[in-house]
């Protein structure tokens, strides 16, 4: 299973993307023929890229990736790995798994500095989600202790009052620890 062979946990997320056949001929107009999409996961040793130009598994790509947070694009090389087949993945058709086997030294750093970074919110996201629904079970349990203990009352409607503020973002976070995911 595909799942089982992967080094690096991928993050959901939408970036441009511009790539074409490594040594791709130029056209009659004299440019290389450079496809344009949206890439819909990263990892730190891949990309799944949203497309319907695929190339055939084990061809090179020149892979230029637009990140808002960089001045320029980085700019890699991957080798296409997989091929999203319509009846097999239909929510990854169409489209295709590109290994990252190369990243021009200037990029390697900033590459590697955000990937770090939204792993590191995603398991800071993680752990307020745990720390949120606990708060949630407290409030359940505090329902049953207030029936045999006067002082239980007072700790439910603290508890209770920030739950309820927390309920106005927690969504954010469910957005956040949906993003890193094993695909």
Do not use: C
């Amino acid at each position: 299973m595909l799942s089982d062979r992967r080094k690096h946990r991928r993050i959901a997320l939408e970036l441009q993307i511009e790539f074409k056949k490594k040594g791709a001929k130029r056209s009659n107009s004299g440019k290389a023929v450079i496809y344009k999409t949206k890439i819909r996961n990263i990892s730190q040793g891949g990309i799944y890229i949203a497309t319907n130009k695929t190339f055939p598994p084990k061809t090179l790509l020149d892979i230029n990736l637009k990140v808002k947070s960089f001045k320029k694009t980085l700019k890699m090389t991957g080798k296409v790995v997989w091929v999203a087949k319509k009846h097999k993945q239909p929510t990854h058709f169409p489209g295709m798994g590109v290994q990252i086997i190369g990243v021009e030294a200037a990029d390697k750093k900033k590459f590697l500095k955000f990937m770090n970074e939204r792993m590191r919110s995603f398991k800071d996201a993680y752990e307020l989600k745990g720390m949120y629904l606990y708060l949630k079970f407290l409030v359940s349990r505090l329902i049953e202790l207030e029936e045999r203990h006067p002082g239980a009352g007072h700790f439910k409607k603290a508890i209770e009052n920030a739950v309820q503020e927390l309920d106005d973002v927690a969504h954010l976070l469910d957005k956040e620890t949906r993003e890193v995911k094993r695909l």
